[in-house]
């Protein structure tokens, strides 16, 4: 009998823990791939469960985002598994925007203060709340275009999510000085087709970077940073190493443009060879320019060095004859040394620091630490000729951003086909194809083999090649 209680008590134990432990794997996963696209610049947060009576479903202090996991056990019950799946990526994502933000005053924070309210006259009303509104929609954004990246469209489920908040914490819906439960959906509601249409040109600058349509893509990220205020790090690095790489290559200085940069796209993109002759006062300004973006990246991460960064200041200060203000000492990195080495001349000494066979793997392993897989896979790129004739009849959508059409998107079965003007008036077709298979290779850095460039979302793949 004491056998069969104890069997007894272990399986109701089992049978209660279950969910539970499937809630906490879904909940790590989603906040893996969240952070795999904010990108390895800001240092991530830890995430763990709030104790004591939680006032709301998360919070973030000092580097840690909490979640109530009661709550998320309460939406596993009530709910079906997409809206879950999509309230915790909004969740987390929205916390983590918070704290890559560095807001210091979260809406959860303030909904506690609503409950307990003396704390309420703090600031006066409107300015507070518009100042709270003004975050919560910045979080929104920020938190809605991470986990779009990452594959979850979280904003859809951003109202049934805060109503179900309000409800379970019993929160008021409207209160005077703070967001009202409205002003909090509007924002989101607002803020989806934004989000999108941000994520869709986002991914079309990265495949343009990677096809060597340096131009297009960086037009695109610069619209994206002025058009929408939308600035992380990732978009200022790619723009800076997309302005760096188009400098070097363009100038008809035979020891810039021949020299292998440590860079994380292959430079063979950029020397299309019908951009050269830049003169060196114009390269000089590209490069200034790519300093500045690439300074601004890492104030936001808080750092100050990378290789980029030494890089341009490299060329910058050969092009002025400055060579003798660059300390080697200083250069923390092989590779930087052996461009330093190279630009004064000393062939060899460059070379010694550079073997030969790393040249060719370089472009992907300085800066990503990644090695290039040794087996690639076979790109066939042809799309056929009756799917392009389905493509062209498909009914068209805009990709916009405030406004302004970046590319006009038709969608046929696996296959997105966008058109696009360059800066310089050519029109460009770009095909994207969705491969629901689990890659080859897994790998983070994409692949750019015979003109088309291969990423790897979650357990899908996608192709991108100009036609
Ligand atoms: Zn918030």
Redesign the pocket.
Known sequence: MRNFIRLFTFIALLIVAIPCLKAQSMIDNIWNDINRTVGISYLQPRLEVMHGEPNGPALFRKGVVYYDSIFVNHLVENHDSEFVKLSVAYLLS??LA?SNLRHND???KSMAYAKTSSKSAVISGETRRDDLLF??SE?DLYGGLYSAQAGYYALDAAEGFLRAVYDYYQLPKELPGYPSLNDRIEVAENLKSIVWNINESYQIAVALAYLGEHNASQSILKSIIRESDFKTPEILHMLSYSIFLSAVAETDDYIISNWQWPVKISLDAYKTGKDRGLKTELLIDRLNEALIIELDALSIEDNDESNLRSSIEIVIAYLNNDMENIQASQLKDDSLLAIYWHLLGKKRRALKLFPTSELISHNYTLLTGNLLPKQTEFLDQNVSSELLFELGFASSKNVLINGKRIAKKRSFQNYDLYELKSPNGVTLTLIKELNEKKPIINVKTPLTINNSVLFHYNSNSIKYYLQ
């Open positions: 929205h916390e918070h979260t809406h959860l975050k919560e979080a």
